[in-house]
Protein backbone atom coordinates (compact mmCIF):
# COMPACT_ATOMS: atom_id res chain seq x y z
CA UNK A 1 0.00 0.00 0.00
CA UNK A 2 1.48 3.45 -1.24
CA UNK A 3 -1.37 6.03 -1.65
CA UNK A 4 -4.46 6.35 1.04
CA UNK A 5 -7.63 9.29 0.46
CA UNK A 6 -8.87 10.53 4.12
CA UNK A 7 -12.52 11.44 4.03
CA UNK A 8 -13.23 13.65 6.57
CA UNK A 9 -16.88 14.00 8.23
CA UNK A 10 -16.15 18.31 8.59
CA UNK A 11 -19.48 18.38 10.92
CA UNK A 12 -18.03 15.74 12.80
CA UNK A 13 -14.31 15.79 13.06
CA UNK A 14 -13.99 19.58 14.81
CA UNK A 15 -11.37 21.79 13.14
CA UNK A 16 -9.97 18.56 11.22
CA UNK A 17 -8.19 17.36 14.45
CA UNK A 18 -8.51 13.91 14.03
CA UNK A 19 -7.84 14.02 10.35
CA UNK A 20 -4.39 16.15 11.05
CA UNK A 21 -3.24 13.61 13.28
CA UNK A 22 -3.70 10.79 10.96
CA UNK A 23 -2.64 12.32 8.26
CA UNK A 24 0.63 13.26 10.01
CA UNK A 25 0.88 9.32 11.00
CA UNK A 26 0.69 8.00 7.54
CA UNK A 27 3.11 10.09 6.19
CA UNK A 28 5.89 9.84 9.34
CA UNK A 29 5.11 5.78 7.86
CA UNK A 30 5.97 6.64 4.47
CA UNK A 31 2.73 6.57 2.74
CA UNK A 32 1.25 8.90 0.47
CA UNK A 33 -2.18 10.61 1.51
CA UNK A 34 -4.49 13.08 -0.22
CA UNK A 35 -7.58 14.83 1.26
CA UNK A 36 -10.56 14.53 0.51
CA UNK A 37 -14.22 15.61 1.30
CA UNK A 38 -16.96 12.83 1.22
CA UNK A 39 -19.62 14.95 -0.06
CA UNK A 40 -20.69 18.36 -0.56
CA UNK A 41 -20.38 20.87 2.28
CA UNK A 42 -22.93 23.99 2.44
CA UNK A 43 -21.01 26.84 1.16
CA UNK A 44 -21.07 28.88 4.39
CA UNK A 45 -18.96 26.64 6.33
CA UNK A 46 -15.44 27.46 6.48
CA UNK A 47 -12.98 25.35 5.59
CA UNK A 48 -8.99 25.46 7.31
CA UNK A 49 -6.87 27.18 4.72
CA UNK A 50 -3.95 25.26 5.54
CA UNK A 51 -5.11 22.22 4.93
CA UNK A 52 -4.70 21.11 0.82
CA UNK A 53 -7.96 19.24 -0.27
CA UNK A 54 -7.68 17.44 -3.32
CA UNK A 55 -11.01 16.80 -5.19
CA UNK A 56 -12.47 12.77 -5.15
CA UNK A 57 -13.25 11.75 -8.19
CA UNK A 58 -9.74 13.11 -9.44
CA UNK A 59 -7.56 10.74 -6.63
CA UNK A 60 -9.46 7.65 -6.02
CA UNK A 61 -8.58 5.86 -9.39
CA UNK A 62 -5.05 6.37 -8.02
CA UNK A 63 -5.71 5.29 -4.24
CA UNK A 64 -4.73 1.93 -3.10
CA UNK A 65 -6.98 2.50 0.17
CA UNK A 66 -9.92 5.17 1.93
CA UNK A 67 -9.89 6.05 5.18
CA UNK A 68 -13.05 7.75 6.39
CA UNK A 69 -13.68 9.67 9.51
CA UNK A 70 -17.07 9.86 11.00
CA UNK A 71 -19.76 8.43 12.31
CA UNK A 72 -21.73 5.16 10.65
CA UNK A 73 -23.58 7.21 7.96
CA UNK A 74 -20.79 8.74 6.67
CA UNK A 75 -18.88 5.38 6.02
CA UNK A 76 -22.16 4.16 4.08
CA UNK A 77 -22.22 6.86 2.36
CA UNK A 78 -18.56 6.83 1.03
CA UNK A 79 -18.34 3.17 1.38
CA UNK A 80 -20.40 3.13 -2.24
CA UNK A 81 -17.94 5.12 -3.97
CA UNK A 82 -15.01 3.09 -2.90
CA UNK A 83 -16.95 -0.36 -3.68
CA UNK A 84 -17.25 0.72 -6.92
CA UNK A 85 -13.48 2.00 -7.51
CA UNK A 86 -12.68 -1.39 -6.01
CA UNK A 87 -11.22 0.28 -2.94
CA UNK A 88 -10.91 -1.11 0.41
CA UNK A 89 -12.19 1.43 2.84
CA UNK A 90 -11.39 1.53 6.77
CA UNK A 91 -13.63 3.42 9.53
CA UNK A 92 -12.83 5.94 12.33
CA UNK A 93 -15.58 6.58 14.54
CA UNK A 94 -16.41 10.48 15.28
CA UNK A 95 -19.80 9.42 16.23
CA UNK A 96 -21.76 7.37 18.55
CA UNK A 97 -22.38 3.56 18.08
CA UNK A 98 -19.55 2.91 15.08
CA UNK A 99 -20.50 -0.32 13.94
CA UNK A 100 -18.62 -0.32 11.24
CA UNK A 101 -15.81 1.54 11.68
CA UNK A 102 -12.59 -0.10 12.73
CA UNK A 103 -10.78 2.21 14.96
CA UNK A 104 -11.95 4.86 17.97
CA UNK A 105 -10.36 8.93 17.50
CA UNK A 106 -8.26 7.39 20.39
CA UNK A 107 -6.23 4.71 18.23
CA UNK A 108 -4.86 6.73 15.51
CA UNK A 109 -1.67 4.93 16.04
CA UNK A 110 -2.97 1.52 14.61
CA UNK A 111 -2.77 3.09 11.10
CA UNK A 112 0.66 2.77 11.08
CA UNK A 113 -0.43 -0.92 10.15
CA UNK A 114 -1.34 0.36 6.53
CA UNK A 115 2.32 0.47 5.86
CA UNK A 116 3.65 -2.69 6.56
CA UNK A 117 0.96 -4.95 5.39
CA UNK A 118 -0.05 -5.97 8.84
CA UNK A 119 -3.92 -5.97 7.82
CA UNK A 120 -7.10 -8.24 6.79
CA UNK A 121 -10.17 -7.64 4.56
CA UNK A 122 -13.37 -8.59 5.59
CA UNK A 123 -16.25 -8.81 2.28
CA UNK A 124 -19.29 -7.55 3.37
CA UNK A 125 -22.43 -7.84 1.01
CA UNK A 126 -24.34 -5.58 0.12
CA UNK A 127 -28.19 -5.10 -1.78
CA UNK A 128 -29.16 -4.51 -5.06
CA UNK A 129 -32.12 -2.05 -5.19
CA UNK A 130 -33.93 -1.19 -8.13
CA UNK A 131 -38.03 0.41 -8.22
CA UNK A 132 -39.70 -0.16 -11.02
CA UNK A 133 -42.81 2.05 -12.78
CA UNK A 134 -44.79 0.33 -15.74
CA UNK A 135 -41.80 -0.92 -17.68
CA UNK A 136 -39.33 2.09 -16.56
CA UNK A 137 -36.79 1.72 -13.88
CA UNK A 138 -37.14 4.83 -11.88
CA UNK A 139 -34.51 4.03 -9.27
CA UNK A 140 -31.24 1.83 -8.69
CA UNK A 141 -29.22 2.10 -5.77
CA UNK A 142 -27.00 -0.53 -3.41
CA UNK A 143 -27.29 -0.84 0.24
CA UNK A 144 -24.52 -1.76 2.62
CA UNK A 145 -26.48 -1.27 5.43
CA UNK A 146 -30.48 -1.67 4.83
CA UNK A 147 -33.30 -0.63 2.65
CA UNK A 148 -35.97 0.71 4.36
CA UNK A 149 -39.42 1.27 3.20
CA UNK A 150 -41.75 3.46 5.28
CA UNK A 151 -45.18 5.64 5.52
CA UNK A 152 -43.76 9.23 5.76
CA UNK A 153 -46.49 10.23 7.79
CA UNK A 154 -46.97 9.39 11.73
CA UNK A 155 -50.81 9.83 11.78
CA UNK A 156 -51.30 6.18 9.53
CA UNK A 157 -50.23 3.30 8.20
CA UNK A 158 -48.45 1.35 4.90
CA UNK A 159 -49.71 -1.88 3.35
CA UNK A 160 -47.29 -3.88 1.93
CA UNK A 161 -46.93 -6.70 -0.35
CA UNK A 162 -43.70 -8.34 0.06
CA UNK A 163 -42.94 -11.83 -2.24
CA UNK A 164 -39.84 -14.09 -2.24
CA UNK A 165 -39.17 -15.80 -5.80
CA UNK A 166 -42.81 -14.95 -6.40
CA UNK A 167 -44.17 -16.93 -3.48
CA UNK A 168 -46.21 -14.62 -0.91
CA UNK A 169 -43.96 -13.85 2.02
CA UNK A 170 -46.03 -11.06 3.78
CA UNK A 171 -48.94 -9.00 3.49
CA UNK A 172 -49.71 -6.79 6.41
CA UNK A 173 -50.21 -3.24 7.38
CA UNK A 174 -47.55 -0.92 9.80
CA UNK A 175 -45.04 1.27 10.14
CA UNK A 176 -42.99 -0.11 7.07
CA UNK A 177 -40.27 -2.78 6.57
CA UNK A 178 -37.08 -2.72 6.73
CA UNK A 179 -34.59 -5.15 4.64
CA UNK A 180 -31.30 -5.53 5.83
CA UNK A 181 -27.91 -7.15 4.77
CA UNK A 182 -25.77 -8.82 7.77
CA UNK A 183 -23.74 -6.01 8.26
CA UNK A 184 -27.44 -3.74 8.71
CA UNK A 185 -28.80 -5.94 11.17
CA UNK A 186 -27.40 -4.26 14.34
CA UNK A 187 -28.93 -1.03 12.72
CA UNK A 188 -32.38 -0.26 11.74
CA UNK A 189 -32.92 -3.98 11.62
CA UNK A 190 -32.25 -4.49 15.51
CA UNK A 191 -33.94 -1.41 16.36
CA UNK A 192 -37.32 -2.58 14.69
CA UNK A 193 -36.85 -5.94 16.67
CA UNK A 194 -35.17 -8.09 13.96
CA UNK A 195 -32.22 -10.55 14.70
CA UNK A 196 -28.77 -9.80 14.92
CA UNK A 197 -26.69 -11.58 12.43
CA UNK A 198 -23.10 -12.03 11.87
CA UNK A 199 -21.81 -9.78 9.41
CA UNK A 200 -19.94 -12.15 7.36
CA UNK A 201 -22.94 -14.70 7.09
CA UNK A 202 -25.37 -14.82 3.60
CA UNK A 203 -28.68 -13.61 4.09
CA UNK A 204 -30.98 -10.97 4.08
CA UNK A 205 -33.36 -9.86 6.48
CA UNK A 206 -36.66 -8.65 6.19
CA UNK A 207 -38.42 -7.06 9.45
CA UNK A 208 -41.37 -5.57 9.44
CA UNK A 209 -41.73 -2.02 11.68
CA UNK A 210 -44.51 -2.49 14.12
CA UNK A 211 -46.74 -4.53 12.22
CA UNK A 212 -50.84 -3.65 12.77
CA UNK A 213 -51.31 -7.63 14.05
CA UNK A 214 -49.90 -10.54 15.64
CA UNK A 215 -48.99 -12.65 13.12
CA UNK A 216 -46.31 -11.00 10.82
CA UNK A 217 -43.01 -11.71 12.50
CA UNK A 218 -39.19 -11.37 10.47
CA UNK A 219 -38.11 -14.01 8.29
CA UNK A 220 -34.27 -14.30 7.53
CA UNK A 221 -33.73 -15.36 3.84
CA UNK A 222 -31.10 -16.72 1.76
CA UNK A 223 -28.91 -14.10 -0.19
CA UNK A 224 -29.92 -15.85 -3.64
CA UNK A 225 -33.95 -14.84 -2.72
CA UNK A 226 -35.65 -12.17 -5.61
CA UNK A 227 -37.63 -10.08 -3.18
CA UNK A 228 -39.81 -7.73 -4.37
CA UNK A 229 -42.52 -5.09 -2.61
CA UNK A 230 -45.64 -3.48 -3.66
CA UNK A 231 -47.81 -1.11 -2.36
CA UNK A 232 -51.03 -3.64 -1.18
CA UNK A 233 -54.54 -3.15 -3.25
CA UNK A 234 -56.09 -1.68 0.07
CA UNK A 235 -53.22 1.02 0.20
CA UNK A 236 -54.52 4.67 -0.23
CA UNK A 237 -51.49 6.65 0.18
CA UNK A 238 -48.06 6.35 -1.18
CA UNK A 239 -44.77 4.82 0.66
CA UNK A 240 -41.07 5.72 0.71
CA UNK A 241 -38.00 4.09 0.31
CA UNK A 242 -34.89 4.58 1.66
CA UNK A 243 -31.26 3.49 0.74
CA UNK A 244 -28.64 3.33 4.05
CA UNK A 245 -30.44 6.28 5.35
CA UNK A 246 -30.15 8.25 2.06
CA UNK A 247 -32.56 10.68 0.32
CA UNK A 248 -36.46 8.94 0.02
CA UNK A 249 -38.16 7.75 -2.77
CA UNK A 250 -41.66 7.53 -3.65
CA UNK A 251 -43.67 4.48 -4.14
CA UNK A 252 -46.72 4.85 -5.96
CA UNK A 253 -49.69 2.25 -6.13
CA UNK A 254 -48.25 -0.05 -9.42
CA UNK A 255 -44.71 0.64 -8.48
CA UNK A 256 -42.27 -2.50 -8.07
CA UNK A 257 -39.11 -2.44 -5.34
CA UNK A 258 -36.70 -5.68 -6.08
CA UNK A 259 -34.10 -6.38 -3.81
CA UNK A 260 -31.12 -8.94 -4.27
CA UNK A 261 -27.91 -9.35 -3.46
CA UNK A 262 -25.01 -7.44 -5.31
CA UNK A 263 -22.87 -8.00 -7.32
CA UNK A 264 -20.63 -5.47 -5.52
CA UNK A 265 -18.81 -6.83 -2.11
CA UNK A 266 -17.47 -3.66 -0.09
CA UNK A 267 -14.02 -4.29 1.51
CA UNK A 268 -13.89 -3.40 5.07
CA UNK A 269 -9.91 -2.96 6.19
CA UNK A 270 -9.15 -4.79 9.62
CA UNK A 271 -6.10 -4.03 11.88
CA UNK A 272 -7.29 -5.23 15.10
CA UNK A 273 -8.00 -9.49 15.70
CA UNK A 274 -11.83 -9.14 17.40
CA UNK A 275 -14.34 -11.18 16.98
CA UNK A 276 -17.50 -9.40 15.85
CA UNK A 277 -19.21 -10.40 19.52
CA UNK A 278 -16.61 -8.70 21.12
CA UNK A 279 -17.15 -5.69 18.73
CA UNK A 280 -21.07 -5.78 19.49
CA UNK A 281 -20.26 -6.32 23.37
CA UNK A 282 -17.99 -2.54 23.56
CA UNK A 283 -19.92 -1.29 21.07
CA UNK A 284 -23.29 -1.51 23.52
CA UNK A 285 -21.70 -0.94 26.66
CA UNK A 286 -21.50 3.15 25.84
CA UNK A 287 -24.84 3.05 26.68
CA UNK A 288 -25.22 0.92 29.71
Known amino acids: ?47 PKDIRFSRLDREINNADALVCFGGDGTILHIAKTATRHRLPVLGVNIGTMGFIAELESTELQELRNLATGNYKMDSRMMLDVVIRRDKDVIFHDVALNDVTIGKGNMSRIVHLNVRCDGAQAMNFGGDGLVLSTPTGSTAYNLSAGGPVVEPDARAILITPICPHDITTRGIVTSDKRTITIQLSNNARRNAYLSVDGGRSVRLNMGDVATITCSKLETKLIRLKNRSFYEIMNTKFKKFD
Open 1 to 47: MKRVILTPNPYRDGEFRTVRAADQILRSAGLETRICLPFEIDKSFAL
